[in-house]
């Protein structure tokens, strides 16, 4: 069983996706839980407004445009093309 973090502390936004959750904080820090969320390494992120969680990969937006990916990415989920989405 998964529980929500203790000391989450208030939230913008949640997403959920198979047996993971990740909030955007207030701060625009993201703190994600889950089955599947644990095995692998979150790359630090800040200033987020935007996530998509699948099958065991998850992607966020910044407030500048970038898109940062990560987890199981076996059949190219996580490979963002140079200047996706950057102003």
């Known amino acids: 069983i998964y529980k929500v973090p203790a000391d989450l502390g208030p939230i913008k936004q949640l997403y959920t996706a198979y047996a993971d959750v990740c909030a955007v904080l207030m701060d625009g820090k993201v703190r994600c839980w ?5 095995r692998y390494p979150m790359p630090e992120l ?3 407004v935007q996530m998509g ?3 065991g990969h998850y992607c966020a937006l910044s407030s500048q445009g970038k ?4 987890g199981k990415c076996d059949n190219g989920q996580c490979e963002v093309p140079p200047g996706l ?3």
């Open 34 to 38: 889950g089955r599947e969320i644990g």
């Open 46 to 48: 800040s200033d987020i």
């Open 53 to 55: 969680l699948g099958g």
């Open 67 to 70: 898109l940062t990916c990560w």
């Open 85 to 87: 989405g950057l102003n």
